[in-house]
């Protein structure tokens, strides 16, 4: 009686856990991939652990707080760690509906890849999609890069409000010399007048321009 019982219960199960049953979703290990020399075998207690990560999932979904071990089934393993699983009610008579299973998984997805020593990539649960990683807090407070980038920007003003200061007086010192040169410049000029070069009147050395000079004004006093 027991056996038949058995047999009843496994081939129940076989129809609700096969590849592309309704429900079923199928996941893909590489475990040697993520892990390398320090890979672990996939063995019975794997299964066992795989088992509770999902019902401890199920657990987390309104209304399935009395999902257990045994309501999770495995189907379909192959040695290079693939294989089909589905999540069963209390009566074990049917399975979930895939958006409440995929909805757990989501949802714990972290928590399962943790178990694993894995990740989104070497361990796919193929129907389902992952789940965006949560932000990472930056090392340094972003109140102090703000501060930092303000701070940056009022000591460049300040340079440049320095530096155009410093050209409007060099500015300011060249305009009186450039006007003195203009000055002597005229002053050595040679006049024309009258067809007849002569020099301007030096009022600065006290020299009087020959032209102009009367016959007694060029005559030497006695």
């Not at 075998?41 to 794997?46: F, L, Q």
């Not at 309501?71 to 089909?84: D, G």
């Not at 305009?175 to 009147?201: F, H, Q, R, W």
Request: glycine share 4%.
């Amino acid at each position: 009686m027991l056996r038949l019982l058995f047999f009843l219960v496994t081939a129940i199960h076989a129809e609700l856990c096969q590849p592309g049953a309704e429900n079923a979703f199928k996941v893909r290990l590489s475990i040697r991939t993520a892990l390398g020399d320090k890979a672990y075998a996939w063995d019975t207690n794997e299964e066992y652990l795989f088992k509770a990560m999902v019902a401890f999932s199920m657990r987390k979904v309104p209304n399935r707080e009395a999902t257990e071990i045994s309501h999770v089934l495995l189907c379909n393993v192959t040695q290079r760690v693939s294989f089909w699983f589905v999540v069963t009610d209390s009566s074990k008579n049917h399975t979930l509906p895939a958006v409440e299973v995929q909805s757990a998984i989501r949802m714990n997805r972290n928590r399962i890849n943790n178990a694993f020593s894995l990740n989104d990539q070497t361990l796919e649960f193929l129907k389902i999609p992952s789940t965006l990683a949560p932000p990472t807090d930056p090392s340094v407070p972003i109140w102090i890069i703000i501060f930092g980038v303000i701070f940056c920007i009022v000591i460049v003003a300040i340079t440049l409000l320095i530096l155009s200061g410093i050209r409007q007086r060099r500015r300011k010192n060249k305009e009186p010399s450039e006007v003195d040169d203009a000055e002597d410049k005229c002053e050595n000029m040679i006049t024309i007048e009258n067809g007849i070069p002569c020099d301007p009147l030096d009022t600065k050395g006290g020299h009087i321009n020959d032209a102009f000079m009367t016959e007694d004004e060029r005559l030497t006093p006695l």
